[in-house]
């Protein structure tokens, strides 16, 4: 079992940059595909980033291609989403996930453990 922690939500305006953190501790990190999805008011909770087992192989979804960053460092047990460019309508409570598996894709219910989730509010 694994247990995550968010950190580095907050407000920003439009154009500008957040990094989140998702802490783990318990069972090897590096036992663990890892993804961070969002969910806005009213919406589903959808998968933004993904990254592999071994950080080789990475997704994210077209609206997020090219301003979300995801990685991972299997020494500090983290998972990390550097978000540039930030549009209000990233605005959401950002969740990460952990599966047991090489890669754990893109569904919710792909993923078996899961953190509190962080806010992040983009001012236009």
């Known amino acids: 079992q694994v247990q995550l922690v968010e950190s580095g939500g907050g407000l920003v305006q439009a154009g500008g940059s957040l990094r989140l953190s998702c802490a783990a501790s318990g069972r090897t990190f590096s036992s663990y595909a890892m993804g961070w999805f969002r969910q806005a008011p009213g919406k589903g909770r959808l998968c933004v980033a993904a990254?592999?087992?071994?950080?080789?192989?990475?997704y994210y979804a077209d609206s997020v291609k090219g301003r979300f960053t995801i990685s991972r460092d299997n020494a500090k047990s983290t998972v990390y989403l550097q978000m540039n460019s930030l549009e209000p309508e990233d605005t959401a409570v950002y969740y990460c996930?952990?599966?047991?598996?090489?890669?754990?894709?893109?569904?919710?219910?792909?993923?078996?453990?899961w953190g509190q989730g962080t806010q992040v509010t983009v001012s236009s």
């Open positions: 990254i592999s087992r071994s950080g080789g192989r990475t």
């Open positions: 996930a952990a599966d047991s598996s090489a890669w754990g894709g893109t569904e919710r219910d792909e993923y078996e453990y």
